[in-house]
C-alpha cells in the first residue's frame, strides 16, 4: 500500500515555517516535485540522501526515519537549491576540491544544544573525504555545506589547473549570534 500521500507543498512549508518536523521524505519529495532543471534537482537530492543518511547514522535512525525541525529543514532546502541552480548554470567540467575544513569549535545543529565540534553529522556526511583540522572560533564547514562538497567533487587534493573566470558571493540570514552562512563560488 505504501505510505500515506504528503499534504502539497504549499501546506508542507506552511508547517514547517510553525517549525513542525519535516520528514526526509517529505524533504526529498519536495525537491523531486520542484521546477528545477534535471541537474540541479539531481545534484540536490543527492547531497538531501548523504545529509539524511550521515544524520541517520549519527541519531541511530534509518535515513527514511530522519526528521528536522521545520525551519531547519528549510534552510537545508534553500541552501540545497540555489547551489545546485548556480552549479547548473555555471555548468563546471569538473570540480576538484581541496581537502575539507573542519573546526573544533563549538557547533549546534540538530536540536542537540551546543556540542565541542566537530560536528559529527559534517563528520559523518565527510566519511572518506580529506579534511584537515583548522583552529577557528566558528564551525567552518555545516552538514549542508558538507553534504553538497560530497555530491559536488569526485576529486579531493591539490587544485587543478584552471582559469577562474568569476567569483561570487553569498550571504544567507543571520543566526541569533549574528553570523552568517556564507557561500564562495
Known sequence: EGPP??????ERVATWLEDGAASGRALDDTLRESRLGPVARSLARKALRRLLEARGQVTGQAAHDVTLP????LDILCDLVSVA???ETLDPAGLTASPVSVS?????????????GPSPWVLAVLEGVPTEEVDL????TTPTGAALLW???????VRGA???????????????????NVCRA
Open 5 to 10: 500521500a504528503l499534504p502539497p507543498v504549499p
Open 70 to 73: 521545520g525551519r531547519g529543514a
Open 85 to 87: 541552480a548556480l552549479v
Open 104 to 116: 573544533t569549535a563549538p557547533v549546534r545543529e540538530g536540536g542537540d544544544g551546543e556540542i565541542a
Open 137 to 140: 572560533p566558528y564551525p567552518c
Open 151 to 157: 555530491a559536488l567533487c569526485r576529486r579531493f587534493g
Open 162 to 180: 584552471g582559469v577562474v573566470r568569476r567569483v561570487g558571493t553569498g550571504l544567507g540570514g543571520l543566526d541569533p549570534r549574528g553570523r552568517a
